[in-house]
């Protein structure tokens, strides 16, 4: 896929989430299958970015390209410093933030509130394009801030006029957070007005699914969340049906057992022993739910308190897990099916 100057391996791209999406989970889904991962959400106030949080979330050293870096704020001058900032550090596409739901990034009026405030959203976009004229810029949003005032369309002439390369919606509006169903007729309707990529996002959870989103929205591209956490091989799955209209079989138990074991390797090196092991936590949990003998293993997982017994357990449990299948296999419910959360697992860099 071209896009925004940039030669992409497809049109898969791994949605912003805090918390999320570091680098080596961004490394990760590339190397299992996506075209495009865009970095957690990067503050837009200077007084952070000397803060670990911050400097981890824009650390890319050894990222494929294209490097794509979201940034959240709601001051025009600050963002505009924010995306030179970012570009200097290796920023290869700057993404801007009006999408996010959270509470604490809302009540600064940053993230979807800015829906809100379409000559703001103007002020800011036209700001960040014009500091960083070498870089492309794309932006994220929401259908609107509630169901009685979608304004998708508008954001769209706002972003096209200020020079914004592409657009990605997520097909709910603020007020629905990640509740019903994703809106793919307004994400028709915004790629039918678009002279610009558009991408759509929401409740896209596996291949069949991705195949239906691009066929009902006309998109260019799906975005996915929430269903790659634990389950990164999800793109190179739907890479292979939208290709050959066939899926894959499930992977092999002792190929995850080799992805998660050096997924947790690159946890503790990137975060170091204490945060790495609190890190880690989580996605063995994504990585394990709904297989066999998960519930009780989750629990105790979570007790752990050192990277060699976090170790010993996860190979205990895929040892066990291959004894009674050599591919995955789901016995409950995983999870799968939970609507995407763009930064809803965390929030803004601090």
């Known amino acids: 896929m071209e896009f925004v100057g940039f030669t992409l391996r497809n049109n898969l791209f791994v949605a912003p989430m805090a918390g999320v999406t570091d680098r080596p989970f961004r490394q990760l889904c590339k190397k299992m299958g996506a075209g495009l991962a865009v970095s957690e959400m990067v503050t837009s106030n ?32 600050m963002m505009a410093d924010a995306a030179r900032h970012n570009v200097e550090r ?23 509130a800015l829906l809100r405030d379409e ?52 097909g709910r509006t603020r007020a629905c ?19 610009i990529p558009i991408i759509a996002n929401g409740d896209i959870t596996s ?23 634990g389950r990164p091989w999800l793109f190179r799955e739907i890479e292979h049906y939208l290709r050959t209209g066939t899926r894959l079989p499930p992977p092999r138990v002792e190929e995850i057992h080799a992805v998660l074991l050096a997924h947790l390797e690159d946890l503790y090196a990137f975060y170091g022993v204490d945060t790495g092991v609190r890190v880690a936590r989580k996605h063995i949990s994504w990585y394990t739910r709904g297989l066999v ?51 809803e697992p965390g929030g803004l860099a601090a």
């Open 293 to 343: 003998g998960s519930a009780v293993f989750r629990h105790r997982m979570n007790q752990l308190p050192d990277i060699a017994q976090q170790r010993n357990a996860v190979n205990d449990f895929f040892y066990r897990l291959a004894e009674h299948d050599e591919r995955l296999s789901y016995q409950e419910s995983s999870g799968e099916n939970d609507n995407e959360a763009d930064n």
């Open 207 to 229: 291949p069949e699914k991705a195949r239906h989103v691009l066929d009902v929205t006309g998109a260019d591209a799906v975005m996915i969340g929430r269903a790659a956490q």
């Open 90 to 112: 290796g920023a290869q596409i700057i993404d801007i933030n009006m999408g996010c739901p959270a509470k604490k990034i809302c009540n600064v009026m940053a993230g979807s």
């Open 46 to 77: 200077s007084l952070l970015y000397g803060s670990a949080k911050t400097q981890r979330r824009a650390n890319h050293d050894g990222e494929v390209a294209p490097i794509s870096v979201q940034i959240a704020g709601a001051d025009p001058r």
């Open 177 to 195: 957070g990640y509740t019903g169903h994703a809106e793919y007729e307004t994400i028709a309707a915004v790629k039918a007005a678009a002279r």
């Open 119 to 170: 000559v703001l959203v103007g002020r800011i976009l036209a700001a960040v394009v014009a500091a960083v004229p070498e870089t492309p810029v794309t932006l994220k949003i929401r259908t609107g801030w509630d169901k009685g005032s979608r304004n998708a369309l508008r954001i769209l002439g706002i972003a096209e006029q200020s020079g914004i390369r592409a657009l990605a919606v997520h």
